[in-house]
Antibody, heavy 125, light 107 residues
Framework: EVQLVESGGAVVQPGGSLRLSCAASGFTFDDHSMHWVRQAPGKGLECVALINWDGTDTYYADSVKGRFTISRDNSKNSLYLQMNTLTTEDTALYFC??????????????????WGQGTLVTVSS | DIQMTQSPSSLSASVGDRVTITCRASESMKKYLNWYQQKPGKAPKLLIYAASRLHSGVPSRFSGSGSGTEFTLTINRLQPEDFATYYCQQSYSTPPWTFGQGTRVEI
């Protein structure tokens, strides 16, 4: 059974830092790209960052570029999100999600086929 | 960035109804469109990928169609457990990808 378990959420002051972790099990971790997706209270879903299977390619939303860093440790089946210079706009439930990893002859189709339960980050003074 | 617009933003329906949700993209994106269901306090679940493919374990009353800029999610014979918020998401552009704003299906 695929399981993704996030941790590290907390209340932090504006300008502070936080590191989120996601422990993966039930599948071959380094077969999949991984994502962080967030959801502000009462709002929709926002893709935050993506990392490919071996960590050599990363992508970030413009809203977090230069402040957040996604990384992974395949030996530990773990995904991370280092968040610096946090603002109140970063307050959200942060989910880690496994990439769909679906291919057809027409190309690669990305998406999120399994999600963790989320970890809450609250940025407040 | 590709903008995704869902309609309606919310709808009311009854058990047994057929429900259709539309997602429009700001530019053509072939079939690079996924649908998710989210219930309050829970993580989203993948329903449909590549516009029309049913994810493993998803009931067959859910179906997806469309290509290019217009896509639909149809729920046949709405069940009590289907009352939730539904999101479309594109994976055509360079990541990170974008979601629609969501459609809330209420009793």
């Amino acid at each position: 059974e695929v399981q993704l378990v996030e941790s590290g959420g907390a209340v932090v002051q504006p300008g502070g830092s936080l590191r989120l972790s996601c422990a993966a099990s039930g599948f071959t971790f380094d077969d999949h790209s991984m994502h962080w997706v967030r959801q502000a209270p009462g709002k929709g879903l926002e893709c935050v960052a993506l990392i490919n299977w071996d960590g050599t390619d990363t992508y970030y939303a413009d809203s977090v570029k230069g402040r957040f860093t996604i990384s992974r440790d395949n030996s530990k089946n773990s995904l991370y999100l280092q968040m610096n210079t946090l603002t109140t706009e970063d307050t959200a439930l942060y989910f880690c999600a496994r990439d769909l990893n679906y291919y057809e002859s027409s190309g690669y189709y990305g998406g999120f086929d399994y999600w963790g339960q989320g970890t809450l980050v609250t940025v407040s003074s | 960035d590709i903008q995704m617009t869902q309609s309606p933003s919310s709808l009311s329906a009854s058990v047994g109804d057929r429900v259709t949700i539309t997602c429009r993209a700001s530019e053509s994106m072939k079939k690079y469109l996924n649908w998710y269901q989210q219930k309050p306090g829970k993580a989203p679940k993948l329903l449909i990928y590549a516009a029309s493919r049913l994810h493993s374990g998803v009931p067959s009353r859910f179906s997806g169609s469309g290509s290019g800029t217009e896509f639909t999610l149809t729920i046949n014979r709405l069940q009590p457990e289907d009352f939730a918020t539904y999101y479309c998401q594109q994976s055509y552009s360079t990541p990170p990808w974008t979601f629609g704003q969501g459609t809330r299906v209420e009793i």
